[in-house]
């Protein structure tokens, strides 16, 4: 019961902006986790793909390609590349590209929410820095009974909130470091499938490159 006293006390102290401090961090640890679970899940079953491209080395058609393709949350990707070149006669690079630009378009918003929250957390921090500092020169400026208890909970208030900004944002920094990571591996297995795909179909028709199509 003491501790919990003393953490309420502590988190009182800080003022009002521990509530928005507090929303950051659980939004941070959100995004984080979330992001790193999808990211996780699409090399898990991009390796897989790989896998089982590497064991079909044979030339494939577009459809009979579309047909045997494995079916899981990466492998979609070719599977709707493969469906729009069928259907609109597309080239394959580009038909591929589209749809993993699709793909990764989750990854680049969360990654961008999560960049948002982490820098959002130390300003917070800084604002109540400011309002604590002002509420001190303001009991400094009016000499009365309270005015050592005003100067007191001015500075902690700017110190406690300074603090809270700068512990939520570290959990972002080095979140923001690994989901980072973890897109640019799915990108470049993106990559690596696809040079597999467009080597599969070399004889397919519908193949040709970018600056044959124009």
Not at 23 to 48: D, E
Not at 53 to 58: N, T
Not at 62 to 80: D, G, I, K, R, T
Not at 185 to 199: E, K, M, P, S, W
Request: proline share 2%; aromatic share 8%; hydrophobic share 50%.
């Amino acid at each position: 019961m003491n501790a919990l006293s003393h953490v309420w006390s502590y988190w009182q102290s800080g003022g009002m902006l521990l509530i928005p401090l507090a929303l950051v961090s659980f939004f941070i640890l959100l995004f984080v986790v979330r992001t790193q679970q999808a990211a996780r899940n699409l090399l898990r079953h991009g390796h897989q793909l790989q896998a089982w491209l590497a064991e079909h080395g044979e030339r494939h058609d577009a459809h009979s390609l579309h047909a045997q393709l494995p079916e899981n949350a990466f492998s979609c990707v070719f599977h709707a590349a493969l469906r729009h070149m069928l259907d609109s006669g597309s080239a394959a690079l580009e038909a591929i590209e589209i749809q993993e630009n699709d793909a990764m378009q989750f990854l680049r918003r969360d990654f961008l929410f999560l960049t948002a929250l982490t820098a959002s957390a130390p300003l917070l921090g800084l604002l109540g820095t400011v309002g604590g500092m002002i509420t001190t020169f303001d009991a400094v400026s009016h000499v009365t009974g309270q005015t050592g208890t005003r100067v007191a909970g001015g500075i902690s208030r700017a110190l406690i909130t300074t603090q809270f900004g700068l512990v939520v944002a570290m959990p972002g920094v080095f979140g923001l470091a690994h989901v980072r990571q973890l897109t640019r591996d799915v990108q470049l297995l993106l990559g690596d499938c696809r040079a597999h795909i467009v080597a599969l179909l070399a004889e397919d028709g519908r193949i040709r490159s970018k600056g044959a199509a124009t």
